[in-house]
């Protein structure tokens, strides 16, 4: 079956980095986005990584290993406004996209 | 910028009613797509459409139906709503393959069924 994992929660400090990983196992690749969700919004995009690597905007880097099915979220410099939900999402061989469960981040002060 | 609008930001129904949810984009997507949204739980897909009158089945489409009558317009339909369908509903779009084939949400209708 496909399955995309990442910690259900994690905490982290203003002004501090944190990294929200993600591992996947899906029929076929092509691509990984990562979204972010505050509470009772809409998902919103924030990044997409096709090939190896670091793609990197602004305070957010987003870094992809195909051959370990593993990508992890970077922030830099937290801001309270980060406090949310960041989904990972993996698009299959059918153009599908498979969706983590999401990982809730909670900055404190 | 996309904008994706959704008819209502909060509806409660009652159990064995019809229940229809609009959902419009103003960005010529050719994708559409409609998604529940459960606490611990991934998005999960109902239906989505690659054209006008086209429309294909997501992971858990028992108990809805949709319709895209226009390019813009793609509409959720549950025909008997019951409790078990009380839920987050996201509507989203997408250009095309790739990284265009990011899909830009809808503020979402969250669903009550009494």
């Known amino acids: 079956g496909q399955n995309i994992d990442q910690p259900t929660e994690m905490t982290a400090t203003e002004g501090a980095i944190v990294q929200i990983n993600c591992t996947y196992q899906t029929s076929g690749f092509n691509g990984l986005f990562w979204y972010q969700q505050h509470a009772g919004e809409a998902p919103t995009f924030l990044s997409y990584?096709?090939l190896d690597g670091l793609e990197e905007k602004g305070r957010f880097s987003s870094f992809l290993s195909r051959s370990k099915g593993y990508s992890y979220l970077l922030l830099k410099e937290l801001q309270m406004k980060d406090s949310a939900s960041y989904l990972c999402?993996?698009?299959?061989?059918?153009?599908?996209?498979?969706w983590g469960a999401g990982t809730k981040l909670i900055i404190k002060p | 910028d996309v904008k994706v609008t959704q008819s209502s930001r909060y509806l409660v129904k009652r159990t064995g009613e019809k229940v229809f949810l609009e959902c419009v984009q103003d960005?010529?997507?050719?994708?559409m797509f409609w998604y529940r949204q459960d606490p611990g739980l991934g998005l999960r897909l109902i239906y989505f459409?690659?054209?006008?009158?086209?429309?294909e089945k997501g992971d858990i489409p028992e108990g809805y139906s949709v319709s895209r009558e226009k390019k813009e317009r793609f509409s959720l339909i549950l025909e008997s709503a019951s409790t078990n369908q009380t839920s987050m509903y996201l509507c989203?779009?997408?250009?095309?393959?790739?990284?265009?084939?990011?899909?830009?949400f809808g503020p979402g209708t969250r669903l009550t069924v009494l």
């Open positions: 989203a779009s997408s250009l095309g393959q790739g990284e265009t084939d990011t899909q830009y």
């Open positions: 960005m010529d997507h050719e994708n």
């Open positions: 459409s690659y054209d006008v009158k086209m429309k």
């Open positions: 990584n096709v």
């Open positions: 999402a993996v698009m299959d061989s059918n153009y599908q996209l498979i």
